[in-house]
């Protein structure tokens, strides 16, 4: 059985399930899947809008928010797959997306990841920044992830076995949004957890306006900084994450304080002319990035 998990928070995720019904009843699959939504404490308007999912599937309800790597631990209490199939609660999927990982079950990886795309229509002025981030950095083909498995790891869509699941879980510590798919795919690849990469891609259903992604963004690096300090004398990891491979060739080079200079200089003109949407280039945000994180970790000290 494949247990289909979604994490729900203050998002109207009704349709994906109704969508994923569909194509269990379309495969007569009613014995080889189940569908598990766990609200993380939403508001009270998409608790009302969600509401229909009580028909549709198994929807659990938290009284407090846990974060993104808990949230995602606690499935293994509420399903009973051998197999668990993650998927953000913002996701579209293609016809036949479960008939495609039923397919692959058979596999020896243990880990099966799907892919994500991004939708042509989020390409306008006030959505550019995260659409172009999505597509440049986040939407790689198959070919490409398969280069680099475990760094393309990400738990918008995957498939993951119970029994692996159960050794390696989301790191606790990382309560916000940002990285805790970064150190997952990192654990997999220290256990020696093989990963297949798929062509079965789901497409991002919420791309969010400039302004909201730079906040994502700083939830992001901080969450980041907060696993450094606990995982920084791991230098194979800080090698893997590009973030962090870059701040430690600045600090190598004695540059991190005219970086920071710089980053101080230009904060205010940048954020500005990333949420304006014009022109935006994913090296200056590449250091934007870089110059926040500094920011970060000093105030962290």
Request: proline share 3%; hydrophobic share 35%; aromatic share 12%.
């Amino acid at each position: 059985m494949i247990s289909i998990c979604i994490p729900i928070y203050n998002f109207y995720a009704y349709p994906l399930v109704r969508r994923l019904r569909t194509q269990i009843e379309q495969m007569h699959g009613e014995d080889d899947f189940e569908i598990v939504c766990i609200d993380d404490h939403s508001s009270g308007y998409y608790l009302t809008q969600n509401n229909g999912i009580c028909d549709l599937a198994h929807y659990l309800r938290l009284g407090e928010n846990i974060g993104r790597a808990r949230i995602r631990n606690i499935f293994l209490k509420h399903t009973k797959g051998e197999w668990l199939l993650f998927l953000d609660n913002d996701s579209v999927v293609p016809d036949n997306f479960l008939k495609e990982y039923r397919k692959h079950m058979s596999d020896k990886s243990d880990v099966i990841v799907g892919g994500r795309e991004y939708d042509q229509r989020g390409d306008d002025q006030q959505h550019r920044l995260r659409y172009l981030y999505g597509t440049k950095v986040e939407s790689r083909s198959v070919e490409e992830r398969k280069k680099t498995p475990y760094k393309s790891f990400m738990t918008n869509n995957f498939m993951i076995r119970r029994s692996v699941f159960e050794k390696i879980k989301f790191d606790p510590r990382i309560s916000q949004y940002g990285h805790e798919d970064t150190l997952f795919g990192y654990r997999l690849e220290e256990n020696k957890i093989p990963i297949l990469h798929i062509d079965n891609p789901v497409v991002n259903g919420d791309v969010e306006s400039n302004a909201e992604f730079l906040h994502k963004t700083v939830q992001g690096v901080e969450s980041l900084v907060g696993i450094y300090k606990f995982m920084w004398e791991d230098q194979r990891f800080c090698r893997t994450v590009k973030l962090l491979n870059t701040y430690a060739t600045v600090r190598r080079m004695g540059l991190t304080k005219v970086t920071y200079w710089l980053y101080k200089v230009f904060k205010s003109p940048m954020e500005s002319h990333f949420v304006s949407g014009k022109a935006i280039s994913m090296k200056q945000f590449s250091f934007y990035k870089l110059g926040l994180f500094i920011e970060k970790l000093n105030e962290k000290d």
